[in-house]
């Protein structure tokens, strides 16, 4: 929530300080700090984040190792098939590192990921990804596979699924080894023998690729970074417990452990699972759409807009991030005829009314800002990098990047935190990030 300066310096103008303090109260009324300084939970999240590591299966976040370090040589001559399977897409390609080190992509192909549709068997699961990637065959005898669903990594490489979303329908993956089953499954099919094949999640390809053809750059760590639909992050653990320095996965969405407001509660109990997946439910893409909708409804109850804009808000019964979106760059751009076009913008009687939504919903993405700079900030002490040379933090997701002003209120925040540690970082983005990563890891 912003002061009358604040939003001054944001382009936008308050009519009166008054109207500003009437968000700020019913904000507060509804448990929504309006105070930047709760955003920062770091110590809350290291601390769970620790704890975890320390063998507390009791804690919020998991933490899954990987048994991966980036590679400390680029990849050279060298081809690698690629496979990228998340959600209901399945995507598969040949990526070719030349004599330089420069990756170049080539049969690309995207098609449904298997069990979408129905209910698939193993054989029949197996068979489905085979026959996606059947015109790869023998162009290549290493596989990256990234694989975005629960799964816990064995030190070979491999990976055995948890539990599917519930786009996929597979039940007798569940405690499988995806790659050796795979291979398995190719090798009867004529296919030479496969002699790698690596399974990750997409936050650990956004960092391999942070740390892919730097252009001579030096980095102390990587960090990998999605907020997306989702959200999750990737750091690189030092040596703790007897075990090696490796990219440790955190499972930062699961954390629970802070203060939620009456929005947060009200839509998580009307989530597909209640009490899990909570920071998430505060940030990610697929759920701040649906927690403006929260927030909207208790607008139109605590009466601080017109009565027919109120009426308006409660035959509202859903909400897009992409809608939301709209109506923040609308409103504070001052063009009144998108915003006016837009489905909360469509709510408002005059300007007031606008000013007043607007506001609530900014708050929002205001909070969103600080526990994602949160994260990255975890991520960067607890990789005890960053002091002489400065850590690569890749970033990846359109919630990220495209959300009304959110990537520059994370670095806003994020030097706030960082920047009395002296700790050094640069974030950065990269075109075909998980594919090159996920190459990249095929070849490790």
Request: net charge negative; hydrophobic share 40%; proline share 3%.
């Amino acid at each position: 929530m912003h002061d009358a300066l604040s939003i001054e310096r944001f382009g936008v103008f308050a009519y009166t300080v008054s109207m500003t303090e009437i968000v700020s109260s019913f904000l507060t009324r509804h448990h929504f700090s309006v105070n930047p300084a709760d955003y920062n939970i770091i110590s809350l999240l290291r601390d769970d984040m620790n704890a975890k590591l320390g063998g507390d299966m009791t804690r919020w976040q998991d933490m899954t190792h990987t048994w991966l370090l980036p590679p400390a040589n680029p990849p050279k001559n060298e081809c690698v098939i690629v496979i990228d399977a998340g959600g209901t897409n399945f995507r598969s390609c040949l990526v070719s590192f030349d004599a330089d080190g420069v990756p170049s992509i080539s049969d690309f192909k995207k098609g449904v990921m298997p069990g979408v549709a129905k209910e698939l068997s193993k054989a029949e699961f197996f068979d489905a990804i085979a026959d996606n990637i059947d015109y790869l065959k023998n162009k290549a005898d290493r596989i990256g596979f990234c694989f975005s669903y629960s799964m816990t990594i064995t030190k070979d490489g491999d990976g055995i699924p948890n539990s599917f979303s519930k786009e996929v329908k597979a039940r007798e993956v569940v405690g499988v080894p995806v790659g050796a089953t795979l291979c398995a499954v190719l090798e009867k099919r004529g296919w030479n023998k496969i002699r790698h094949i690596a399974l990750l999640n997409d936050t650990v390809a956004a960092l391999l690729a942070g740390a892919a053809g730097n252009g001579g750059k030096s980095y102390s760590s990587y960090i990998g970074f999605i907020l997306g639909t989702g959200m999750n992050g990737a750091y690189i653990q030092p040596a703790l417990n007897g075990e090696n320095a490796q990219i440790v996965v955190c499972e930062n969405g699961k954390f629970g452990s802070f203060d939620r407001s009456d929005f947060d509660v009200s839509l998580d109990k009307k989530s597909q699972h209640p009490g899990e997946y909570e920071l998430e439910k505060c940030c990610s893409g697929g759920y701040l759409g649906p927690l403006g909708l929260e927030a909207l409804h208790a607008v139109a109850e605590d009466g601080i807009v017109s009565a027919d804009c109120a009426a308006a808000l409660r035959n509202l019964h859903e909400l897009s991030l992409i809608e939301l979106d709209g109506f923040l760059h609308a409103h504070a751009e001052k063009n009144a005829a998108k915003e006016k076009a837009s489905v909360i913008g469509s709510c408002c009687t005059d300007e007031k009314d606008a000013q007043v939504l607007f506001e609530v919903l900014d708050a929002l993405v205001e909070r969103c800002a600080g526990y994602a700079a949160s994260i990255l900030a975890a991520c960067a002490e607890q990789s005890g990098a960053g002091k002489d040379e400065p850590i690569c933090m890749l970033c990846n997701g359109t919630t990220f990047f495209k959300t009304y002003r959110l990537q520059e209120r994370i670095e806003d925040y994020l030097s706030s935190y960082l920047a009395p540690q002296k700790i050094r970082y640069e974030i950065v983005s990269k075109e075909d990030d998980i594919t090159i990563g996920t190459a990249t890891a095929g070849l490790v």
